[in-house]
C-alpha cells in the first residue's frame, strides 16, 4: 500500500523546480495528476483537491493532491492529503466532492479495493474530516456500500460522488453508476447524518 508518509516524502523529495512548472495553471509537485477533486470554500479560502500519482507522469494508484487561493489565480501546494492505505481503498482513492459541515471540511471520495477473491474491483463512498490542512479517513468506512442499491447495479462501476446539504437539512449523495447490462446511469442518496445512507432513485 501507498501510504500518505511515504507520499509526502516523495513529494518534498522530487518536485519540480517552480521554473518548469507553468505559472498560471495549477500543477502538482511531481508526478500525474486528471480530475479535480473537492473544489469548495472553507474558512474563507478556495480549496481545490485532485487526482494524483506522485510517482510517475503515468496514471497509477490515485492519491489526492491539494491546493489552497484565495482569488483562483495564485495558487499555494498543500501535502498529499490522501493516499490509498487502507484495505478499502487500496487500488485508488478516485474522485469525489467537499462540503463544509459542523464537523469540519469533509471530503467524500471512491475508495476501490479487490474483491474477496482479490478479482474485480469493487468501488465504495468513504469519507475524511479535517480542518483544511489535514484530514483523516472515518474508522468506518466505507459509509456507502453497493449493497444499498437495487439488484443488476454494479459494485464495480460506483464512483465520484457528489454532496451537498440541502435546505430541508438532509444531505443528499449523487453517484455515477451503470446496471449489470451495461446501461449507464447517476443514482441519487439521501442522508440525515452524512454516516447512514439510503437509496432514493435513479436520477438520470
Request: charged fraction near 20%; aromatic fraction near 14%; charge should be negative.
Amino acid at each position: 500500500m501507498h501510504t500518505l508518509e511515504v507520499a509526502r516524502k516523495y513529494e518534498k523529495e522530487y518536485e519540480v523546480d517552480a521554473d518548469k512548472r507553468p505559472l498560471f495553471h495549477v500543477t502538482p509537485p511531481i508526478g500525474w495528476m486528471n480530475d479535480p477533486n473537492g473544489f469548495s470554500v472553507y474558512k474563507g479560502q478556495i480549496h481545490l483537491f485532485y487526482q494524483y500519482h506522485p510517482y510517475s507522469n503515468v496514471w497509477g494508484p490515485m492519491h489526492w493532491g491539494h491546493q489552497v487561493s484565495e482569488d483562483m489565480i495564485s495558487w499555494k501546494q498543500y501535502q498529499t492529503v490522501l493516499a490509498p492505505d487502507m484495505e478499502y481503498d487500496e487500488e485508488g482513492c478516485f474522485s469525489g466532492s467537499a462540503v463544509m459541515t459542523n464537523l469540519g471540511h469533509v471530503l467524500f471520495y471512491t475508495g476501490v479495493s479487490k474483491d474477496k477473491n482479490g478479482g474485480c474491483n469493487l468501488q465504495n463512498q468513504c469519507m475524511a474530516v479535517g480542518d483544511g490542512v489535514g484530514y483523516k479517513k472515518l474508522k468506518n468506512n466505507p459509509v456507502l456500500t453497493g449493497a444499498v442499491m437495487p439488484e443488476g447495479f454494479s459494485h464495480i462501476d460506483f464512483r465520484d460522488p457528489k454532496v451537498w446539504e440541502d435546505a430541508d437539512g438532509r444531505y443528499y449523495m449523487l453517484a455515477g453508476n451503470r446496471t449489470y447490462d451495461g446501461i449507464p446511469q447517476v443514482v441519487l442518496f439521501s442522508s440525515d447524518d452524512m454516516y447512514n445512507w439510503k437509496f432514493e432513485s435513479v436520477f438520470a
